[in-house]
């Protein structure tokens, strides 16, 4: 790379990208994920005994929470309608994820996470969870947080939320 571009990726401020709402029914949220470009990947899922498996995206759709269909079907959606905000990101293995330090720089502070996480707290399903995604956000700050807040604010206008 050269010099001035990576002094461009360091400073260039984040993309704001129109955000992508799911349907209200989550089993519309499934299909849509069954359906798109989810349905065709494999999953690996982690087993509360600390063993991972490897899943159909069929029988890895049916086992989501639904929570966790409404953050995927973000997903889902970014891949049809905004497939560029998941350009140049990092590849990322499993094992990657454990701790929060590596989680915060390679993980929560990739576009389309931002978008994905801000929907999730706008609709308060991350205390739900017992997360909560404005203090991962707030720990990582700067132009990242900046940005989850604009989605997040976003988000609640879009759904009528007022508090
Ligand atoms: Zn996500």
Redesign the pocket.
């Known amino acids: 790379m050269l010099f001035d571009q990576l002094v461009e990726s360091i400073i260039k401020p984040l993309k704001v990208w129109p955000i992508q709402i799911p349907p209200e029914d989550v089993e519309e949220c499934k299909e849509l994920c069954l359906n798109g470009h989810m349905g065709k990947e494999e999953w690996v899922h982690s087993r509360p005994d600390g063993s991972e498996v490897t899943l159909s995206a069929k029988d890895a759709i049916e086992e989501w929470d639904d929570n966790t269909a409404r ?2 079907c ?2 889902e959606l970014q891949q049809r309608n905004i497939p560029d905000i998941f350009k140049d990101l990092p590849s990322l293995t499993h094992s990657d994820l454990s701790s929060d330090e590596y989680k915060d720089l390679n ?1 929560h502070n ?1 576009p ?2 931002i978008m ?2 801000a929907y999730d707290a706008a609709r308060g399903a991350d205390k739900a969870d017992g997360h909560d995604n404005t203090k991962i956000y707030k720990r990582i700050g700067g132009e990242v947080e900046k940005l989850f807040n604009h989605y997040v604010k976003e988000y609640r206008k879009a759904l009528g939320r007022t508090k």
Do not use: S
């Open positions: 953050h995927e973000v997903h993980y990739r389309p996470e994905a996480y």
